[in-house]
T-cell receptor
Framework: TQLLEQSPQFLSIQEGENLTVYCNSS?????LQWYRQEPGEGPVLLVT?????EVKKLKRLTFQFGDARKDSSLHITAAQPGDTGLYLC?????????????FGGGTRLMVKP | DAGVIQSPRHEVTEMGQEVTLRCKPI?????LFWYRQTMMRGLELLIY????????DSGMPEDRFSAKMPNASFSTLKIQPSEPRDSAVYFC?????????????FGEGSRLTVL
């Protein structure tokens, strides 16, 4: 079973600060996805990265896939209260059954105004 | 387009009672997943279907849990009998293999409380 560890588990910051969330594994993944989950809702996909070293930007969010495709990071610039939520990374492994995802434990972010 | 629809959104029941959770996946999606989320264990995959056929149910906790997908537009997760430790948020998600990225579309979840 492939495991994904996310750090930190909890993060509380002030509006305007920058932060980085990490997602690490000893296994290689074919793709890496980041989801955000708000209270009372299901996770929603933010981005998918598939190439080692790939960097994707989504407004103030920057996602990077490690060169070896074992880890990823999410950097948020000038965090806003609307960024509050649970951030989940999910590693994808393609097999005969499809593209199966393994989820990390999540990073719970709170951005205070 | 309608997303994944789950019902009920909230269920409170007593230990020993049967619980049935329902899911309507996004039309055209060929994969359906049932997850359970708790603070302690995070998001756990219980079972998934491909074209209505159960592929992997190794995440189902025990025989009290069962899932069915009688057709492409409906799935159920049943717990019988329910226990307090089953209290969690249960998510249904669907995806389309054709994209090869495995993006999951989640429903809003069913919050189950077993007293």
């Amino acid at each position: 079973t492939q495991l994904l560890e996310q750090s930190p588990q909890f993060l509380s910051i002030q509006e305007g600060e920058n932060l980085t969330v990490y997602c690490n594994s000893s296994s290689v993944f074919s793709s890496l996805q980041w989801y955000r989950q708000e209270p009372g809702e299901g996770p929603v996909l933010l981005v998918t990265v598939v190439t080692g070293g790939e960097v994707k930007k989504l407004k103030r969010l920057t996602f990077q896939f490690g060169d070896a495709r074992k880890d990823s990071s999410l950097h948020i610039t000038a965090a806003q209260p609307g960024d509050t939520g649970l951030y989940l990374c999910a590693g994808g492994e393609i097999n005969n059954a499809g593209n199966m995802l393994t989820f990390g434990g999540g990073t719970r972010l709170m951005v205070k105004p | 387009d309608a997303g994944v629809i789950q019902s009920p959104r909230h269920e409170v029941t007593e230990m020993g009672q049967e619980v049935t959770l329902r899911c309507k996946p996004i039309s055209g999606h060929d994969y359906l997943f049932w997850y359970r989320q708790t603070m302690m264990r995070g998001l756990e995959l219980l079972i998934y279907f491909n074209n209505n056929v159960p592929i992997d149910d190794s995440g189902m906790p025990e025989d009290r849990f069962s899932a069915k997908m009688p057709n492409a537009s409906f799935s159920t997760l049943k717990i019988q009998p329910s226990e307090p430790r089953d209290s969690a948020v249960y998510f249904c998600a669907s995806s389309f293999w054709g994209t090869h990225t495995g993006e999951l579309f989640f429903g809003e979840g069913s919050r189950l409380t077993v007293l």
